[in-house]
């Protein structure tokens, strides 16, 4: 643990003032909803609680719909009405698609050059994209590997408007998912000690507000309210920081450091606590209070026993479901209310795990190409199935839709019904 982690945690949060071109090949017609939406990371809701609907009973097996190649990365396909919508890499460009749900055919694709040189120490992870696509109002919002924000029709893979790429990264590259807020999409743009949390038009990709206190960190930002007002909360390069949605307004901050900058956690909410967490940190919840115009934090509770990383937990009625890297990867429930451990398996279930859930299921595709189904059961892990999903390297977050489940492997899109 990082002494400065704890010591951290002991601290109330520190106060702030409040105050191009494309290649589009067949058009398709405007899709049609057929099911639940799956349009963004983690999902409708950002935060892996699934809304389509989930077997009473689970199959011996899952039945394969389809399979196409699309490209390298790692980067989340996202379901609205009849399209998947999946983002990846070949050569040197990144080509963004839009397939069918029923079939997989490709419906239309957008592709722009997006050169990018790996760093030596995220070689395995390959050169991306990683970022997770946002579908709302008929349009496709993407964030390549090297920062190139575009938006598209979602009909026919028309660009919209694009913002080109940053002249600094991230050490690791883009990762950050943006989010639409109404009629904004919000992206952290730049890199390593030079970035800016930026609120968009998502019409026109006119900037309305901008943050620019600190770099981008690699997990993604959600929006929150307390205090009764909506904020924009982020783990940025070496913060984690509160923005008033409506104006960018920075009205607390405080020191979030993980080693190599790897904060790669997004935060979760149960009722007025944040959930918040990283490599080397305790899982920690706090509870933001604002009196007299000033914000402050009161740290609610630690749990140094399962620490999070690349994996952001889900939380089902008053238990988070997550996985510690701890024991090569052990799936963990933890009482959101006291941060007390419920339960936790023996280990090596895998380096990463996206964790999803309703509230009789517990559902983690891990990074063996594994879709682990459990209950969610806050007394006791109670494993029903487990079936093989990819023969390849899955670190994408599936996509939950209309009785099938989507995942993006090393370099296809495999869609299985259950």
Known sequence: ??????????????????????????????????GADWPQWRGTTRDGVIGAALPAQWPEALEKRWEITVGTGHASPVVSGNRVVVIAREGDQEIVRALDAASGREIWRAAYAAPYEVNPAARSHGPGPKSTPAIADGRVFTFGIAGVLSAFDLASGKLLWRIPAPDVLPDYGTTTSPLVDGTSVIAHLGGHEKGALTSFDAATGQPRWQWDGDGPGYGSPIIATFGGLRQVIAQTQKLLVGLDASNGTLL??????????????????????????????????????????????????????????????VLIGGTIYGLTYRGRGQFVA?????????????????????????????????????????????????????????????????????????????????????
């Open 1 to 34: 643990m990082h002494r400065r982690a704890l010591a951290v945690l002991a601290v109330l949060i520190a106060l702030a003032p409040a105050g191009g071109g494309g290649m589009v090949s067949q058009a398709g017609q405007t899709p049609v909803a057929t």
């Open 252 to 313: 607390w901050q405080m020191p979030f450091t993980t080693e190599f900058d790897q904060n790669a956690f997004t935060p979760v909410v149960f009722q007025d606590l944040l959930i918040f967490g990283g490599i080397d940190w305790p899982l920690t919840a706090i509870r933001l209070k604002r009196e007299d115009g000033k914000w402050t934090g009161e740290t609610v509770w630690t749990n140094v026993q399962t620490p999070m990383f690349m994996s952001s937990p």
């Open 334 to 418: 933890i009482d959101a209310g006291s941060g007390k451990t419920l339960w936790n398996t023996q280990g090596r279930e895998g380096e990463n795990a996206s964790m999803m859930g309703s509230p009789a299921w517990l559902l983690a595709s891990t990074t063996d190409g594994y879709l682990v189904v459990a209950r969610a059961d806050p007394r006791k892990y109670d494993e029903v199935r487990r079936y093989q999903i990819a023969q390849s390297a899955l670190w994408a977050h599936p996509a939950l839709t209309d009785r099938s489940i989507i995942v993006k492997d090393v370099d296809k899109v495999i869609c299985w019904r259950f």
